[in-house]
């Protein structure tokens, strides 16, 4: 499931976001002077990610102004898949796979051409009821 971070950014008394965020959106027109669009406002506001900041100013999600702040969501970016290999063939990250078993971030499994090979999978490319892994 899709998680949703949003982000305001709140105006303080030099500098008014709703007008600002606006100028930096049309500056974004320019593709050549999107970088430093994007280093400004992450120099402004840098808890939010610079993932946001781009996908704010390059319009890709919508915002809205409440206040004197600009509002706007984003999708947060997914955590890393962990990394699974093979136990019996050392492929990694496999398409599909049995039994992954993780620690922090690496992992092992067994994949299904291996699963497949001993003849542990059903019909159905479903792993047998009496296989433990
Ligand atoms: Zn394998």
Redesign the pocket.
Known sequence: MAVIDTYRLQSSPIAYMPSIIAWAINGCAFPEDRPTLFDYVSSVFPTVPRAAVEQLLTKAVPYTVEGDAVVFSVEATAPAMPELT?R??D?VN?LVYFAPMTIEAKGTC??F??AKARQWLDANGDLRPDIQL
């Open positions: 093979c019996k063939c492929a496999p067994v994949c051409d291996c």
